[in-house]
C-alpha cells in the first residue's frame, strides 16, 4: 500500500504554517504577540446583520438542508449589488452561485474545468489558492508577474507562444493579495481582448473590491464589454463587512463556467447554512454604513502603520487598496530571507508577519503585513520593531538623531 498519495506529494510544505505554529506555541505560553500575520478582520459584523442570522436560526424549518448554489434570495441580492456598484446586469439564475468564501470558490471551479495537464497561468506572488487549487486538480503552473504594465502582457504573449500545451486559464487578483496592486479599467479591456483573441477563461479573484484607498473604486472585469463571454469574478463577504469566519462569497459571470462549477458543488456540498444566506441578503441589501466604515479604518490604520514602522526604520510602501501591506526587508536584513526575518521578528518583537515566500518564489525578501490590530497596537508594534532592528545593529532614525 503506497503512503504517497499523487495531490498530496504536489503539495509542498505550507511555508506560513511554520509561522503561524509559531505564534500559537508563542500565545499558549502567555506572549502578548502582535498578529500582523493573518488577514482575520478584528472588527464584527453590522448588528442587523447578525439579528437576521439569530432571527432565521430560530425558525424550526431553518435547519435542514439549503442549497448547494445559494438560495434564490441571496443570489437576487448579489446580483443587485453589481447593478448597483458596478453597473453590471446579472442573471441570478444563470450568472451567479453562492461559495463558501472566494477560496473554496477558486478550488471548485478549478475543480470542475480542469484536466490533468492544463496549463493555468496564475501570478507569482500570489494568494495559494491561486495556484494550488489547480495543482491538486492536475494542472501545470506557469506564473505571471504581478504589476499590470507592458511587461505583464508580454508575459503572456511569451506563455502562449512557447508552452505546451497552450494555456487555458488565467487567474489575475486585484487588489492584489499579498502585494495590493491595483489596476484600472483600461488593463481589464486590454485584458478580455487577449482572452478572447487567445481563447482564454480569466478567473477574477476580487475579494478586496471595498478597500481601496484615496478615492479610486476598484473595477470589476465585468465592466468591460464582451467580459462575461471569457471571464467569471470571485467576491467575498469577509473583509467587506467584517464577516471572514461565516463563509460566505460568491462567483458571477460566464453561463457555462457558473454552470460548470454549480454541477461539481451539486455533488460536494448542500450550500452554507440556510440563517447565514440569510443574514448575508442582510448585508447586500440593508444599511451600508459599514462598507464606507471599514474602508475608512483600513485606510487610517495603513496611514498609522506607514507612518510609524518608518520612524522605527523600517520604510514600508503605503498600499492603495486591501488590508495588507507588501513589505520589502530592511536592507541590512535582507540576507536574512523571509521566512527567518518573520521567525525572528515573531521571536524578538513580538510581531507575527506572513513571510513573502509562502506566496511563490517571487514573493522572498518581501513579507506581508495585515491591518488587523487598532492603531494603538500598530504603533506598539513599531516600537517593538524598532528595538529589534537596533538589537541586529540597524540604523534607526532615533540611533541617527542620536
Known sequence: MSEEFYRIKRLPPYVIAEVNAMRAAARAGGEDIIDLGMGNPDLPPPDHVIEKLCEVARKPDAHGYSQSKGI???????????GRRFGVELDPETEVVVTMGSKEGLASLATAITAPGDVVLAPNPSYPIHTFGFIIAGATIRAVPTTPDDAYFESLERAMNFTVPRPSILVVNYPSNPTAETVDLAFYERLVAWARENQVWILSDLAYSELYFDGKPTPSILQVKG????????????????????????????????????????????????????????????????????????????DVMVEAFARAGWEIPSPR?????????????????SLEFSKQLLTHAKVAVAPGVGYGENGEGFVRIAMVENEQRLRQAARNVKKYLQSMGVNTPAANAG
Open 72 to 82: 434564490p434570495g441571496l443570489r437576487r441580492a448579489q446580483a443587485n449589488y453589481y
Open 227 to 302: 467580459a462575461k463571454d471569457v471571464a467569471v469574478e470571485f467576491t467575498s463577504l469577509s473583509k467587506t463587512y467584517s464577516m471572514a469566519g461565516w463563509r460566505i462569497g460568491f462567483a458571477v459571470g460566464n453561463k457555462q463556467l457558473i454552470a460548470a462549477m454549480s454541477r461539481v458543488k451539486s455533488y460536494l456540498d448542500y450550500g452554507a447554512f440556510t440563517p447565514i444566506q440569510a443574514a448575508a441578503c442582510a448585508a447586500l441589501s440593508g444599511p451600508q454604513d459599514i462598507v464606507e466604515k471599514n474602508r475608512l479604518l483600513y485606510h487610517k490604520r495603513r
Open 321 to 337: 487598496a486591501s488590508m495588507f501591506a507588501w513589505a520589502p526587508l530592511p536592507p541590512a536584513l535582507a540576507h536574512l530571507g
